[in-house]
């Protein structure tokens, strides 16, 4: 009877002692039959202890009655092959007594194939979790509830969050201000089940800049860029956050997070329309709706869904509006015509709605033209790592061992002036100063082992002829193995950051010219009373050198007891009020201990973002 079976099978008696076996089981043990039977299964070294105890664990519940379902295990033949088996039992009477008849398939290939799949899988893991964790922005990817379910660590550095505190928390109770009001917020959990429900909404605004908050509670402007992605039939959104705070300092005052939320939800993309499926008429509208397509509202109130469609087929319409009709909602592509006549391309999200007991179909819209364009082009294999690397802050360059670029994004080729097409394939040393070239490659040999790291400055030229000062981290790129398979350098514009240096160093050079060359003692202190410049005149009048005032408060050098409560006064006023100057006299005391009658001058400065106070003092 076994022997009717195709695959391998065995009979197994309740002490575990193999009573019968078919010929098939030489494929998966390298054992004749006869070999085999009279001999304990559990003893021959076919499986591992722990799959041993399983085994008969198994054996005894079935010869109990019980059904366990298929499993897999490996099996060691004996040429010392592994294989992975399927073992299927039934409880069964041989020869009169009970016996368990069990039955193996072999499913190594199956498993094989799977555990490919899976090393590919975490293979493409690794390699976005490794550029997303080496570029500087903060890149944090939310699920349809928005509540965190990446957090790289820039965004650990710029938030003050680690990952464990972040992970599963709503981004919102996160980033968002405090002073943020209740009706902004409610806009926002509203916003949010749109988006979870859609793919529209609140996570779709593009480039903006906002205020974020840190886990301290401080706010800081920043350049958010945000782009919603379908994720496990889910829509998820990806944010790269940088800290602009230095550059908007420079430009203007930071407005209220209110304010910033509400300029970024009304100029939000989406349209969302309810039309009569009768009479295709329009019976509610937001803005985006009409101003998406050129518009005013008045305009709109006056048309239905013929006048604004942009496909030719115009039974299409009413055979999608049937559908909806009959299925309580869809989800399609279609085309709109604006006013002007341009044809956009945009994905509807439809629904039904129940009201007042008649039957209308309320219609998001999202302009996919630009979008559409892009993903077309994309992978889906490469959706997720593609996205961040696109709206990365920073420069991207990737070069092989010999030092031919593989890959820049965007912003590199924006920084430098060539299209992306232009400048792979072509040798790093191509975009360098001919003068430099030759200390740079050495540069780039150091980095010829896993784990190599390194930060530079360097001003790139441009393709039209000037300069790039840019901030480079350069680290290597290896395989599975192990290996050096090329370089990655994370590339910032830092001209800005130079100029300012540049003219910040003049400044501080023409004062230290001048009250170098003072006759007058002219001495600085911070708000702390902590002493950071001291001149010549100064180091003459008092007996202290510069050295041994730097870091050491005003007050306990030339300040006499009776006098420091007074001078507390004066320095906090001064610290405190722009543009103020005062005049005083007042005794002061020497290193040597004499009294010195002094007249001071006093304004206060405002130095590295910190309030000074500047005292130009003159002796009777």
């Known amino acids: 009877m076994i022997d009717l079976f195709p695959a391998p099978a065995v009979i197994v008696s309740a002490a575990g002692k193999i009573v019968a076996a078919n010929k098939a089981v030489r494929k998966c043990t390298g054992y004749l039959p006869e070999d085999l039977v009279g001999k304990n299964l559990f003893e021959q070294g076919f499986f591992e202890d722990q799959t041993n105890?399983?085994?008969?664990?198994?054996?005894?519940?079935?010869?109990?009655?019980?059904?366990?379902?298929?499993?897999?295990?490996?099996?060691?033949?004996?040429?010392?092959?592994?294989?992975?088996?399927?073992?299927?039992?039934?409880?069964?009477?041989?020869?009169?007594?009970?016996?368990?008849?069990?039955?193996?398939?072999?499913?190594?290939?199956?498993?094989?194939?799977?555990?490919?799949?899976?090393?590919?899988?975490?293979?493409?893991?690794?390699?976005?979790?490794?550029?997303?964790?080496?570029?500087?922005?903060?890149?944090?990817?939310?699920?349809?509830?928005?509540?965190?379910?990446?957090?790289?660590?820039?965004?650990?550095?710029?938030?003050?969050?680690?990952?464990?505190?972040?992970?599963?928390?709503?981004?919102?109770?996160?980033?968002?201000?405090?002073?943020?009001?209740?009706?902004?917020?409610?806009?926002?959990?509203?916003?949010?089940?749109?988006?979870?429900?859609?793919?529209?909404?609140?996570?779709?605004?593009?480039?903006?800049?906002?205020?974020?908050?840190?886990?301290?509670?401080?706010?800081?402007?920043?350049?958010?860029?945000?782009?919603?992605?379908?994720?496990?039939?889910?829509?998820?959104?990806?944010?790269?956050?940088?800290?602009?705070?230095?550059?908007?300092?420079?430009?203007?005052?930071?407005?209220?997070?209110?304010?910033?939320?509400?300029?970024?939800?009304?100029?939000?993309?989406?349209?969302?329309?309810?039309?009569?499926?009768?009479?295709?008429?329009?019976?509610?509208?937001?803005?985006?709706?009409?101003?998406?397509?050129?518009?005013?509202?008045?305009?709109?109130?006056?048309?239905?869904?013929?006048?604004?469609?942009?496909?030719?087929?115009?039974?299409?319409?009413?055979?999608?509006?049937?559908?909806?009709?009959?299925?309580?909602?869809?989800?399609?592509?279609?085309?709109?015509?604006?006013?002007?006549?341009?044809?956009?391309?945009?994905?509807?999200?439809?629904?039904?709605?129940?009201?007042?007991?008649?039957?209308?179909?309320?219609?998001?819209?999202?302009d996919v033209t630009d979008m559409r364009k892009v993903q077309n082009a994309l992978a889906e294999s490469e959706a997720r790592y593609r996205q961040l690397v696109e709206l990365a802050q920073e420069g991207i360059w990737a070069i092989d061992n010999q030092l031919k670029t593989i890959f820049v994004n965007p912003r590199l080729s924006q920084m430098l002036g060539y299209p992306q097409s232009e400048m792979v394939g072509r040798s790093f040393v191509d975009f360098l100063d001919k003068d430099m070239a030759a200390k740079i490659i050495t540069i780039m040999e150091k980095f010829d082992r896993p784990g190599i790291k390194g930060q530079y400055e360097y001003a790139f030229p441009h393709k039209d002829g000037s300069h790039v000062n840019t901030s480079l981290e350069i680290s290597t790129i290896t395989d599975d193995q192990g290996q050096v398979t090329g370089k990655l350098a994370l590339v910032a514009d830092i001209t800005a950051r130079k100029q300012m240096e540049n003219e910040l160093r003049a400044s501080e050079e023409r004062f230290r010219a001048i009250s170098t060359s003072a006759m007058d003692a002219i001495i600085l202190v911070d708000s702390l009373d902590t002493v950071i410049y001291w001149n010549p005149a100064a180091e003459k009048t008092f007996g202290y050198s510069e050295k041994e005032t730097l870091g050491r408060k005003l007050s306990d050098l030339v300040i006499p007891s009776h006098g420091r409560s007074k001078h507390g006064m004066i320095l906090q006023e001064i610290t405190q009020k722009p543009s103020l100057e005062k005049h005083y006299e007042f005794t002061a005391t020497k290193k040597n201990g004499a009294s010195l009658p002094v007249e001071v001058s006093v304004t206060s400065l405002m130095l590295n973002g910190r309030n000074c106070m500047l005292a130009s003092q003159r002796r009777f």
Not at 68 to 85: D, Q, R
Not at 133 to 151: G, Q, R, T
Not at 297 to 320: H, M, P, Q, V, W
């Open 53 to 366: 105890t399983i085994l008969q664990l198994n054996m005894k519940r079935r010869l109990k009655g019980a059904s366990i379902p298929a499993y897999e295990t490996k099996v060691k033949a004996k040429n010392g092959y592994v294989k992975f088996l399927e073992i299927k039992g039934n409880k069964i009477e041989y020869e009169g007594q009970i016996c368990d008849l069990i039955i193996f398939h072999d499913v190594t290939e199956r498993s094989n194939q799977r555990k490919k799949l899976q090393r590919e899988l975490f293979e493409s893991e690794e390699k976005s979790l490794g550029i997303t964790n080496s570029i500087k922005d903060a890149i944090i990817l939310v699920d349809n509830e928005a509540k965190v379910i990446y957090w790289n660590p820039a965004a650990e550095k710029t938030f003050g969050y680690t990952v464990e505190e972040a992970t599963g928390k709503y981004v919102h109770e996160l980033v968002i201000p405090k002073t943020m009001c209740k009706e902004a917020k409610e806009r926002i959990d509203v916003s949010v089940k749109v988006f979870g429900q859609t793919g529209m909404g609140y996570f779709t605004v593009g480039n903006v800049e906002v205020v974020g908050r840190r886990k301290d509670g401080s706010e800081f402007p920043a350049e958010l860029s945000m782009s919603p992605m379908r994720l496990g039939q889910k829509w998820h959104a990806v944010g790269v956050v940088k800290d602009i705070a230095l550059r908007i300092r420079e430009e203007q005052k930071l407005k209220e997070a209110e304010q910033r939320y509400h300029a970024l939800f009304n100029q939000a993309p989406s349209g969302i329309l309810i039309l009569d499926p009768q009479t295709t008429a329009f019976v509610e509208f937001n803005d985006g709706a009409y101003q998406q397509l050129g518009y005013t509202r008045e305009e709109f109130e006056k048309l239905n869904i013929y006048d604004i469609t942009g496909e030719d087929n115009i039974a299409l319409i009413r055979s999608r509006m049937d559908e909806i009709l009959r299925t309580g909602g869809g989800e399609f592509e279609t085309k709109h015509r604006t006013k002007n006549g341009n044809i956009r391309n945009v994905l509807i999200i439809a629904s039904t709605l129940e009201l007042e007991g008649k039957t209308f179909v309320h219609s998001i819209f999202h």
